[in-house]
């Protein structure tokens, strides 16, 4: 394909490819590189390209995936650099982890096994963090209510891990 052919065939297609490239990136400069770099492997691999009906789909693609290419490349470069910035996990630590996460298998047992009025305060209130005046909205009780029936479910569950 000589020079005239080129830029009969694929410079109309210069502003779907823009406007595609902008949709993605958001970004007017980031866009007009993308363009140009897709318009520099067209003519770079000109003598390769394929007998296209369609050379508009052929060009969005291309820039697209030019798009996800410098996207990959951009998150792949920010996670090795966050994996190196990560310190390496003790055994200590790696212990203490384990620990907790059986403990806290431990508590949603004992949770589980407390009357349902209990159960769903200490949800409320220890699990999902939710203020008491939403508690009480929720469960038609008063906050005064719900502070007795949250203590009374925490001690059941201490008393039930010191028989343990």
Request: glycine residues 2%; hydrophobic residues 40%.
């Amino acid at each position: 394909m000589d020079a005239a052919e080129f830029k009969q065939r694929f410079l109309p297609l210069q502003r779907p490819m823009y406007w595609t490239a902008w949709r993605l990136s958001g970004n007017a400069e980031e866009a007009e590189d993308m363009v140009q770099e897709a318009f520099l492997k067209l003519w770079t691999r000109r003598s390769e390209l394929p007998k296209m009906e369609s050379a508009e789909a052929y060009c969005v693609t291309l820039v697209r995936r030019l798009y996800y290419d410098k996207y990959r490349a951009r998150h792949l470069k920010t996670v090795s650099i966050a994996a190196e910035e990560l310190p390496i996990a003790s055994q200590e630590d790696i212990v203490r982890r384990i620990d907790t996460s059986r403990l806290s298998d431990k508590v949603r047992e004992r949770i589980k096994q407390l009357p349902e009025s209990q159960r769903l305060i200490i949800t409320l209130r220890d699990v999902e963090d939710r203020p008491f005046d939403e508690i009480a909205r929720l469960t038609n009780l008063s906050e005064a209510n719900i502070r007795v029936i949250l203590s009374r479910a925490r001690k059941t569950i201490r008393a039930q891990f010191g028989k343990s």
